[in-house]
């Protein structure tokens, strides 16, 4: 076992204990967060807080690092958890495609103009190939059938509409048309109405073309519309929420 590979282990293993930390101590660097956006001295043209993170962590700020993961942790995993795959596989690849970004660090003063989006389609990159090997080396390696992330949605349905009084009638409805969505129209909806995303970053993460997400967006909301009624498809959104 080569010494370069042994120190690459034992830097994985001391970033692996950071992002351990930060999620202990998220106030701390979220304070950090705000002291960086408040006082940064750099280009005014800067006015994204997320950006002069990036911008920091790039010039070598660790703690700029810390509260970037602290930022999109928590989304990152809600994201990832809504696929066909086991949560802890999630956490794995979550811990991942961090550890990439800060042993990468040197190498990535390339303009990366909307870190969420990048991130987002990190995760989603990193839990295919999981998948992939995973499948190579499991009892189903002679199949060809390429790996598929199937997006679900995670929620007790009944449990949660029972608190919020929803009548079975209304519960029947919403069951019906999410079952009319196909996987790809609700990771759509999700990426749109909760995280915010736009279209080209939506593009960027499924692998289409924008016009194609357009299209494939337009197609669920009319599907919802022909289904339920404008109040029943509000609630239908909210469950898309975080949790």
């Known amino acids: 076992m080569g010494i370069s590979f042994l120190r690459s282990m034992i830097k994985k293993l001391m970033i692996s204990n950071c992002i351990a930390f930060i999620s202990q101590n998220f106030k701390f660097f979220y304070i950090w967060a705000f002291i960086i956006f408040s006082f940064s001295k750099m280009n005014d043209s800067l006015t994204d807080p997320i950006q002069l993170l990036w911008q920091s962590f790039l010039k070598g ?8 993961y602290q930022h999109f942790g928590q989304s990152l995993l809600s994201y990832g958890c809504k696929f066909n ?94 079952e009319a969505l196909s996987s790809k129209q609700k990771e759509i909806i999700f990426l749109k109405f909760e995280e915010e995303l736009d279209y080209r970053e939506i593009a960027g993460i499924l692998n289409i073309t924008v016009e194609s997400a357009r299209k494939q967006l337009y197609r669920a909301l009319k599907s919802l519309r022909e289904l339920l009624d404008p109040k029943t498809i509000q609630l239908f959104l909210h469950l898309f929420s975080k949790k």
């Open 61 to 68: 700020d660790d703690r700029s690092f810390a509260a970037i």
């Open 85 to 178: 795959v086991e949560r802890e596989m999630v956490k794995d690849a979550l811990q991942e495609i961090f550890t990439d970004l800060y042993l990468k660090r040197d190498h990535l003063h390339v303009n990366i103009d909307n870190l969420k989006g990048y991130l987002f389609t990190a995760l989603k990159n990193n839990l295919l190939k999981k998948i992939l090997k995973k499948k190579k080396t499991g009892f189903d390696a002679i199949e060809t059938a390429k790996p598929e992330l199937r997006f679900e949605i995670e929620y007790s349905f009944q449990e949660q509409l029972i608190q919020m009084e929803i009548s079975k009638e209304t519960t029947k409805k919403l069951h019906q048309a999410i």
